[in-house]
């Protein structure tokens, strides 16, 4: 399974961004896909999740200016970013918790590669 991001980049304060993270490989269900992001010299903290019922979780230091979205058939999962700040740059890392039958049936997590987004005039 590979979780590939895209969409990052830089951006002006107030500007927009929307990333984008699709799955392949062999997955025989999708229970929950999500952003986390990494800043310098923070810690790694979660932005958004949305889980196959819908369900979406979002960070309150981004409640309101971000949006959480999937489209199931893509494997797809969108980080609709609004009102960018400086504070919001980062590398953003695509996670997703994934069932597969092959090789080993179980339920995995599985992390992208991060895209940066940064932010600046």
């Known amino acids: 399974v590979q979780l590939v991001e895209s969409g990052g980049g830089l951006v002006q304060p107030g500007g927009s961004l929307t990333l984008s993270c699709s799955a392949s490989g062999t997955i025989f269900g999708i229970n929950e896909m999500g952003w986390y992001r990494h800043a310098p010299g923070k810690q790694r903290e979660l932005v958004a999740t949305i889980t196959n019922t819908d369900r979406s979780n979002i960070a309150a230091s981004v409640k309101g200016r971000f949006t959480i979205s999937k489209d199931d058939a893509k494997k797809t999962v969108y980080l609709h970013m609004n009102d960018l700040r400086s504070e919001d740059t980062a590398v953003y890392y695509c996670?997703?918790?994934?069932?597969?039958?092959?090789?080993?049936?179980?339920?995995?997590?599985?992390w992208g590669r991060g895209t940066q987004v940064t932010v600046s005039s």
């Open positions: 996670n997703a918790h994934i069932v597969v039958r092959i090789p080993y049936p179980g339920h995995y997590e599985y």
